[in-house]
């Protein structure tokens, strides 16, 4: 068995842990516990430092349980939140709890067989079925409110002026609840979670001592951010999310193409399950020619792929290269609409039906009369600059002015434009 506790400190994965923890790791296969909010139908990228600390827990020899909180996502974490989050109803959260399942199997090996299989809880199972009464007497009695009041996420909250209510308040004993449920029920000694979450996970240690005299154990790591110190995994337009229908494998790519030299040398330890040889090869390679972007294509195409397959991946590839000129005309017919209309976010376009299309006498006409004017004001225009070399469709260069419209169209309706180095524009054939 791999020293689950040695991985996390060189991948500076480790903020904080309680004692004992590594004795107790050598003494065989244990099990651990880290909890996934269903509040919405997809992980995100602020979610696989996570999911990655359960991976290496699983290559390590030990059991991980991704805990879905069916329970605690319909009261909302109080945790650094300045404000009481909307509650969920059952329906949504079990669509969003099976999402979430699809996702981290992409990771985590859930395969029947296999001695540390994966499992997926859901804490809905075991609280739904507590009475209020039932759990301040049970439960409730063991905490003090004290002890609550004296956690870093409590206090912030109240110090704010914006109040925490009755329900929020509660939350850290529900997540206490559920440690000491996996404890007595399925022997997981050991609860991880993001250094926001140590008050919470120390709660359910405590519990668990004080209900049963038992041990348990906590471990979490550190919150990620950027370089400049923003927040990790936002861009301007919004998440970076694991689900390929709201950020497309493109987008997701680009994300890792596009993180700082100092962010890559941290990121490629904390999301790639390469090796501590390895990444050093990769980063001296890297100090050596910088402009190469080793570590930040590399990143990308580890995350892409254990995210999305290698098939998305070299689709990825292929529209990066696209925008630089180094693509062909098959290699634009090879990507799907999401992407390519990705790749060209923003880019201008104009409409022509198809009857109109298939009526135009050359591409001198095609480009601008039938364009309405947006990619060639002229006729003159268009013909000096054809003849000047500074026209492609579909990254075809057109040397005749007179040439006839009988392009293929991408995805079955698009042309793509290249006016001089820089300029595209799409014509939509509908």
């Not at 370089?227 to 709201?246: I, Y």
């Not at 930040?296 to 696209?322: F, R």
């Not at 434009?417 to 014509?427: A, L, S, T």
Request: hydrophobic share 35%; proline share 3%.
């Amino acid at each position: 068995m791999e020293n689950f506790i040695d991985e996390l400190r060189w991948r500076g994965m480790l903020q904080d842990m309680t004692p004992e923890i590594e004795e107790h790791l050598k003494k065989g296969m244990a099990s651990a516990y880290l909890g996934f909010d269903p509040t919405a139908d997809s992980l995100h990228i602020g979610h696989l430092v996570g999911v990655m600390t359960l991976l290496h827990f699983q290559r390590a020899g030990h059991k991980p349980y991704a805990l879905v909180g069916g329970a605690t996502g319909m009261i909302g974490d109080p945790s650094f939140k300045s404000a009481e989050r909307n509650l969920l109803d059952k329906e949504t959260l079990d669509h969003n709890v099976e999402c979430l399942k699809k996702q981290l199997s992409r990771f985590l090996n859930f395969s029947q067989g296999s001695e540390n299989k994966a499992e997926l809880v859901n804490n809905y199972d075991w609280m739904s079925t507590f009475s209020f009464l039932d759990f301040i007497r049970d439960v409730g009695k063991y905490i003090t409110v004290n002890y609550m009041m004296a956690k870093d996420s409590v206090k912030r909250r109240l110090e704010e002026g914006n109040g925490l209510s009755f329900t929020e308040f509660t939350y850290q004993l529900i997540q206490g609840y559920d440690f000491y449920h996996l404890w007595k029920n399925h022997n997981v000694s050991i609860q991880l979670g993001g250094s926001d979450q140590w008050g919470n996970i120390v709660t359910g240690t405590e519990l668990i001592r004080k209900m049963e005299g038992g041990s348990a154990y906590a471990l979490t790591v550190p919150l990620i951010t950027k370089a400049d110190g923003s927040k990790f995994g936002k861009t301007e337009s919004g998440s970076v999310w694991l689900d390929p229908e709201k950020t497309s494998p493109y987008a997701f790519y680009q994300f890792w193409l596009n993180v700082s030299d100092q962010d890559a040398s941290k990121y490629i330890r904390i999301f790639t399950v390469l090796d501590q040889k390895t990444i050093e090869g990769l980063e001296k390679e890297h100090a050596e020619t910088p402009h190469l972007r080793i570590l930040q294509k590399e990143i990308a195409k580890q995350v892409t792929i254990m995210v999305h397959g290698e098939q998305e991946y070299e689709m990825a590839i292929k529209a990066s290269e696209i925008l630089f000129g180094k693509s062909s005309t098959e290699d634009l017919t090879t990507l799907n609409e999401r992407t390519f209309l990705q790749v060209f976010e923003g880019v201008p376009q104009t409409e022509i039906s198809k009857e109109e299309f298939a009526g135009t006498a050359n591409v001198v006409e095609l480009l601008s009369e039938k364009s309405n004017g947006v990619i060639f004001a002229s006729k003159g225009e268009a013909r000096k600059m054809i003849q000047g070399g500074g026209v492609s469709i579909n990254r075809g260069k057109i040397n005749d002015p007179n040439e006839p419209v009988n392009y293929p169209l991408l995805q079955g309706k698009y042309l793509l434009i290249q006016k001089g180095k820089k300029q595209y524009f799409i014509i939509s054939v509908k």
